[in-house]
């Protein structure tokens, strides 16, 4: 166990010790079995999906305290965090819910909490899970799911995550935008005139590039605000058929996050980390993660890199010609995964379930 934890260092801020949530129910060792159990056919394993900032909605959460360790989990958070963070997702208010201090936590937890209720409703799916994928903050929630992180250390290294990129983002005015193009855009070739404009207004070193890979013509470019307003008036021309501003704080997984990345990596130094015990993929190349030094350094360099969904995508789900498809869970607020899934592989989605984070019989 590393010396400083996070229980230590909420200790030392001023709250309170508090026990760890039994957050560790569904946890499996593969690694310890796989010897006795026969292999299974990809049709009776399944991978998990876990979503980012972005997904989160007033109200989610509700009905889930009913499950497993759920409640726990939201006790922890409020230690962890310093407030209540189950009042925020049940009741907002949305402006507080929607900020990234709040949201990025938010999200981990209540995917987590999802975990609990797939966990009651179809154990098998637990069991049987090959592989975890997360988008953005959703990787801490996919390596917990994994056997590599403790749930309260990665909670704590979320909040500080989100907290150093809430920073980053009042920095310089800068904001993400929602791309869908046509077969012949050229994105990084807009995102050079973007920054070429940029610079006739004087702004040194401007950032706009690609932050996310979402489906086949379809990206978020992230950067200055100048930038993204150039980008807008010229979608045309630039051939793109779409283009909406998301509403985030900033322009996450380009360079403007830099300064995000020491307090990053610092708390990562001082949480434990393990070898995930089934396939867990990085955002930054989408390539499974290999060893704990090789989570720390993703997740960091994260940040500043794009988001590779739709390789990842492409890494978990290929198949040779007529080979089955596993089932798949996206766990947590929203179905956005689902719906990239759906554009990057039709054959995948067949088997495709959102777990939802709200039930309507309470």
């Not at 026990?19 to 009776?44: A, D, F, H, I, V």
């Not at 230690?79 to 990025?104: A, N």
């Not at 869908?180 to 004087?202: D, F, N, T, W």
């Amino acid at each position: 166990m590393c010396q400083t934890t996070p229980i230590s260092m909420a200790h030392r801020t001023g709250h309170k010790h508090h026990p760890r949530p039994k957050t560790n129910s569904w946890r499996m060792s593969p690694r310890r079995e796989e010897q006795r159990r026969p292999k299974k056919k990809p049709s009776e394993c399944s991978v998990l999906l876990f979503p980012g900032q972005g997904s989160q909605f007033v109200g989610m959460g509700r009905g889930l305290l009913k499950y497993g360790n759920v409640k726990d989990m939201f006790a922890v958070a409020q230690k962890i965090l310093g407030y209540d963070l189950l009042s925020l997702c049940l009741d907002g208010p949305e402006e507080e819910l929607m900020k990234t201090v709040h949201c990025q936590p938010a999200v981990f937890v209540t995917s987590l909490a999802a975990v609990e209720r797939l966990n009651h409703e179809n154990p098998a799916a637990i069991e049987n899970c090959v592989a975890a994928a997360g988008f953005s903050v959703g990787e801490f929630a996919a390596l917990v799911f994994s056997g590599a992180m403790d749930f309260a250390e990665a909670l704590y290294a979320v909040k500080v995550r989100a907290e150093a990129m809430q920073k980053a983002s009042e920095l310089i005015p800068s904001g993400m935008l929602s791309v869908m193009g046509r077969p012949q855009a050229k994105y990084k070739h807009a995102c050079l005139q973007a920054r070429e404009h940029c610079l006739s207004l004087g702004i040194k070193e401007p950032v706009c590039s690609v932050a996310n890979y979402l489906f086949p013509d379809g990206r978020v470019i992230a950067g200055h605000k100048e930038a993204l307003d150039f980008l807008q008036q010229n979608s045309r021309k630039l051939h793109f058929l779409r283009v909406r501003p998301l509403l985030v704080s900033g322009a996450f997984h380009t360079a403007l996050m830099e300064s995000a990345t020491e307090p990053l990596r610092d708390v990562l130094r001082q949480v434990e980390v393990r070898r995930p015990e089934i396939n867990v993929y990085s955002n930054v190349d989408a390539k499974r993660y290999m060893h704990e030094g090789h989570v720390r350094r993703q997740l960091t360099k994260q940040l500043v890199s794009p988001v590779k969904w739709e390789q990842t995508l492409h890494e978990v789900f290929e198949r040779t010609q007529g080979q089955s498809f596993p089932h798949t869970y996206e766990m947590g607020p929203g179905k956005q995964l689902g719906a990239t899934l759906q554009k990057c592989n039709m054959k995948a989605y067949k088997s495709y379930t959102h777990v939802d984070v709200t039930t309507h019989d309470d």
